[in-house]
Nanobody
Framework: QVQLVESGGGLVQAGGSLRLSCAAS????????INWYRQAPGEQRELVAA???????NYADSVKGRFTISRDLAKNTVYLEMSSLKPEDTAAYYC??????????????WGQGTKVTVSS
């Protein structure tokens, strides 16, 4: 199993920056992809950024050029650097991991989320 704990959310003015962290523990060797999702009130959860085990990254069009996903393997931590924040970035941000379980089955884990509020 994998445990994910997010931190770094808060209140920021439009145009500002925040860095979210996702600390992974447990069977971190089984992680194939780490994703950041977000969910605004009344909206569906959407994929914001992803990083594969090999380091490849992918971003939603709405955050390209503003958000950067990175990792520190020594700390088992993935980051989401967010800059030029807009009010529409306001949401709960969730860390998510796609893993391979001990018997080869695909498993998926979620953190508890961290809230980001961007004021105009």
């Amino acid at each position: 199993q994998v445990q994910l704990v997010e931190s770094g959310g808060g209140l920021v003015q439009a145009g500002g920056s925040l860095r979210l962290s996702c600390a992974a523990s447990g069977s971190t060797f089984s992680i194939n992809v780490i994703n950041w999702y977000r969910q605004a009130p009344g909206e569906q959860r959407e994929l914001v950024a992803a990083m594969s085990g090999g380091g490849s990254t992918n971003y939603a069009d709405s955050v390209k050029g503003r958000f950067t996903i990175s990792r520190d393997l020594a700390k088992n931590t993935v980051y989401l650097e967010m800059s030029s924040l807009k009010p529409e970035d306001t949401a709960a941000y969730y860390c998510n991991a796609d893993t391979t379980g001990p018997w080869g089955a695909a498993e998926n884990y979620w953190g508890q989320g961290t809230k980001v509020t961007v004021s105009s």
